[in-house]
């Protein structure tokens, strides 16, 4: 991906995790391998997505495409969902778009392939049962040095980015108590949660490569920070998102998201200072947009106050405003923004459905919102 020559600004793509689910028991299914099998028979090579396997059997991933408008980013995601929905249910299955699995037999197995398995190795009980799922936006950038430029003035919003995507409230049959406790389990791993200032790409480089160096992540590709540098293509990638219930969720992280892209590079281009982040208050900020969602108070991280996350949440639309108009993409994040304060998040939504039905209810809710068909036919 590369920034796009056009008026539209930034070249965006998208990164989905899924679950697989069994419809009658509720509980997430080792059946990986033959959902993608199924999947690649009905892919076109000419679309540029991709399905794959993820860390576990009972997860799948697809990727899209380099896009360059959220109408086009919101297409090819329907697309690609359709074709894993389609795969799942062929095998008797659901796929559910959810940051974490409501039930569970408990440890699933690994994922064929070398690194996955020396994954498995290295972290031990931490990923046994890691049945956890992210919505990863990349945003195109010129080159390493922007990145790492861009990300250093986006940090202060990613936690306001976690509160609107929160969609895990459940883990083994349990309400957690966190909207997002999808987040509470990266927490455990090293690399985790906002990432530090670093001055350049070299000094990211070299911070990374120690935590390799010393065991603590398999390679370059491990970081569980919410944003980075991608390590191997020419974005940026927030990984701050839980698996975004239905399309159009995750078309408002990757419209926020390159918004945020958009409006660091205008401060850098105008020699505006850095935001200055106090890591201890960026953890609890991170926390509080886990915790509670949008719907209670969330953390300022700049000025380090405790306030409602909906005034942070509008604070970000301020922030962002001129580079939506810019893109002609005003209307609609605040069209979706709408539908989050009107309809929930994805926990909200969750909890609902489980006072109604329980696990069986919640795994419907969310096989429903999973296929955008069904859901713009509701």
Same mark, same amino acid.
């Given at each position: 991906?590369?920034?796009?020559?056009?008026?539209?600004?930034?070249?965006?793509?998208?990164?989905?995790?899924?679950?697989?689910?069994?419809?009658?028991?509720?509980?997430?299914?080792?059946?990986?391998?033959?959902?993608?099998?199924?999947?690649?028979?009905?892919?076109?090579?000419?679309?540029?997505?991709?399905?794959?396997?993820?860390?576990?059997?009972?997860?799948?991933?697809?990727?899209?495409?380099?896009?360059?408008?959220?109408?086009?980013?919101?297409?090819?995601?329907?697309? %690609?969902?359709?074709?894993?929905?389609?795969?799942?249910?062929?095998?008797?299955?659901?796929?559910?778009?959810?940051?974490?699995?409501?039930?569970?037999?408990?440890?699933?197995?690994?994922?064929?392939?070398?690194?996955?398995?020396?994954?498995?190795?290295?972290?031990?009980?931490?990923?046994?049962?890691?049945?956890?799922?992210?919505?990863?936006?990349?945003?195109?950038?010129? %080159?390493?040095?922007?990145?790492?430029?861009?990300?250093?003035?986006?940090?202060? #919003?990613?936690?306001?980015?976690?509160?609107?995507?929160?969609?895990?409230?459940?883990?083994?049959?349990?309400?957690?108590?966190?909207?997002? #406790?999808?987040?509470?389990?990266?927490?455990?791993?090293?690399?985790?949660?906002?990432?530090?200032?670093?001055?350049?790409?070299?000094?990211?480089?070299?911070?990374?490569?120690?935590?390799?160096?010393?065991?603590?992540?398999?390679?370059?590709?491990?970081?569980?920070?919410?944003?980075?540098?991608?390590?191997?293509?020419?974005?940026?990638?927030?990984?701050?998102?839980?698996?975004?219930?239905?399309?159009? %969720?995750?078309?408002?992280?990757?419209?926020?998201?390159?918004?945020?892209?958009?409006?660091?590079?205008?401060?850098?281009?105008?020699?505006?200072?850095?935001?200055?982040?106090?890591?201890?208050?960026?953890?609890?900020?991170?926390?509080?947009?886990?915790?509670?969602?949008?719907?209670?108070?969330?953390? %300022?991280?700049?000025?380090?106050?405790?306030?409602?996350?909906?005034?942070?949440?509008?604070?970000?639309?301020?922030?962002?405003?001129?580079?939506?108009?810019?893109?002609?993409?005003?209307?609609?994040?605040?069209?979706?923004?709408?539908?989050?304060?009107?309809?929930?998040?994805?926990?909200?939504?969750?909890?609902?459905? #489980?006072?109604?039905?329980?696990?069986?209810?919640?795994?419907?809710?969310?096989?429903?919102?999973?296929?955008?068909?069904?859901?713009?036919?509701?």
């Amino acid at each position: 991906m590369t920034r796009d020559g056009s008026a539209g600004g930034l070249t965006m793509g998208v990164e989905e995790e899924f679950l697989l689910t069994d419809p009658t028991t509720a509980r997430t299914v080792p059946a990986a391998q033959a959902v993608l099998r199924r999947a690649h028979q009905e892919a076109s090579p000419a679309d540029g997505s991709g399905c794959k396997a993820e860390f576990l059997a009972s997860q799948v991933e697809s990727a899209t495409r380099v896009c360059t408008s959220l109408e086009e980013l919101r297409h090819v995601l329907a697309a %690609d969902r359709a074709r894993l929905v389609d795969a799942a249910r062929e095998e008797g299955l659901y796929l559910l778009s959810a940051g974490s699995a409501p039930l569970s037999d408990g440890r699933v197995p690994v994922a064929d392939g070398e690194r996955f398995r020396r994954i498995s190795e290295r972290f031990a009980d931490i990923v046994d049962d890691y049945q956890v799922c992210g919505c990863h936006v990349h945003v195109g950038v010129p %080159d390493r040095e922007t990145a790492v430029a861009v990300v250093n003035r986006v940090r202060p #919003w990613l936690p306001t980015l976690l509160a609107l995507s929160v969609n895990s409230p459940f883990s083994h049959g349990l309400d957690r108590g966190y909207a997002s #406790w999808r987040m509470m389990e990266q927490f455990r791993f090293p690399a985790a949660g906002i990432p530090p200032r670093f001055p350049d790409a070299a000094a990211h480089d070299a911070a990374v490569g120690r935590l390799v160096s010393c065991g603590a992540l398999i390679d370059d590709r491990m970081s569980f920070w919410l944003m980075r540098p991608s390590p191997w293509l020419p974005t940026v990638e927030f990984r701050v998102a839980d698996a975004a219930a239905t399309v159009d %969720d995750a078309v408002l992280q990757a419209a926020l998201g390159r918004a945020l892209v958009r409006r660091a590079l205008a401060e850098l281009a105008a020699g505006l200072p850095e935001p200055e982040l106090d890591e201890g208050t960026a953890r609890a900020a991170v926390w509080s947009a886990a915790r509670y969602g949008t719907a209670g108070d969330g953390v %300022d991280p700049v000025t380090r106050t405790r306030v409602p996350a909906a005034d942070l949440v509008g604070a970000l639309l301020r922030h962002v405003a001129p580079a939506l108009e810019e893109t002609g993409d005003t209307g609609t994040v605040r069209r979706l923004l709408d539908a989050v304060r009107r309809d929930g998040t994805g926990a909200e939504r969750q909890r609902r459905a #489980w006072a109604r039905g329980g696990p069986r209810a919640v795994v419907e809710l969310l096989a429903s919102l999973t296929d955008a068909r069904a859901h713009d036919q509701a």
